[in-house]
């Protein structure tokens, strides 16, 4: 029996840390636990861009290990980047264990469509580490988002045939 870990760093509120890790025992079956890091990742920021970097920060996230830890996912509350590309919403390790989502640019003033905005990245970059790459079907919550329209097109679910390849994995861990 594993967790998936739920970890913030900068302005992320609890009460969205706390129904995003309802989302994801929700959607993974797993059991999230919310934990605390205290850390510093400025080296991961970049002050020509005002950004922070995506996989210097995957980078440190796999320094930390937790007990029966099956995935750690970071919400951040600031901006990512990744080389050659403006922004990014996530990223992830494919197959490995550390993904982080930015909700910098998620944010909505109505708050209901912010949060399902957050839960979509999350189960993203999550569905990734699990190994599933993009998917073609615009509505699975594995299809590239390159927009924020993208983005709320989406459902926060897997298609039927990502969820077959994510429940094959998942059955090592339940
Ligand atoms: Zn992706
Ligand atoms: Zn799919």
Do not use: W
């Given at each position: 029996m594993g967790y998936i870990y739920l970890v913030s760093f900068g302005d992320v509120e609890d009460r969205l840390l706390l129904a995003d890790a309802g989302n994801i025992k929700e959607i993974f079956e797993l059991e999230v636990r919310v934990a605390t890091v205290k850390a510093d990742i400025s080296v991961a920021y970049n002050p020509e861009r005002g950004q922070y970097h995506a996989?210097?920060?995957?980078?440190?996230?796999s320094g930390i290990v937790y007990p029966n830890m099956v995935r750690l996912i970071a919400l951040v509350g600031f901006d990512l980047y990744e080389e050659g590309l403006n922004f990014v919403f996530g990223e992830a390790q494919y197959?490995?264990?550390?993904?982080?989502?930015?909700t910098y640019r998620l944010r909505h003033p109505d708050e209901k469509v912010f949060f399902?905005?957050?839960?979509?990245?999350?189960?993203h970059e999550l569905g990734h580490t699990f190994g599933l790459k993009h998917c073609e079907d615009p509505y699975c919550v594995m299809s590239f988002s390159n927009s924020i329209y993208e983005v709320d097109r989406k459902s926060r679910d897997f298609c039927p045939k990502c969820r077959r390849k994510l429940d094959y994995v998942l059955s090592y861990y339940r």
């Amino acid at each position: 029996m594993g967790y998936i870990y739920l970890v913030s760093f900068g302005d992320v509120e609890d009460r969205l840390l706390l129904a995003d890790a309802g989302n994801i025992k929700e959607i993974f079956e797993l059991e999230v636990r919310v934990a605390t890091v205290k850390a510093d990742i400025s080296v991961a920021y970049n002050p020509e861009r005002g950004q922070y970097h995506a996989g210097s920060i995957l980078k440190y996230l796999s320094g930390i290990v937790y007990p029966n830890m099956v995935r750690l996912i970071a919400l951040v509350g600031f901006d990512l980047y990744e080389e050659g590309l403006n922004f990014v919403f996530g990223e992830a390790q494919y197959g490995g264990k550390y993904a982080v989502v930015s909700t910098y640019r998620l944010r909505h003033p109505d708050e209901k469509v912010f949060f399902e905005r957050t839960f979509k990245e999350t189960n993203h970059e999550l569905g990734h580490t699990f190994g599933l790459k993009h998917c073609e079907d615009p509505y699975c919550v594995m299809s590239f988002s390159n927009s924020i329209y993208e983005v709320d097109r989406k459902s926060r679910d897997f298609c039927p045939k990502c969820r077959r390849k994510l429940d094959y994995v998942l059955s090592y861990y339940r």
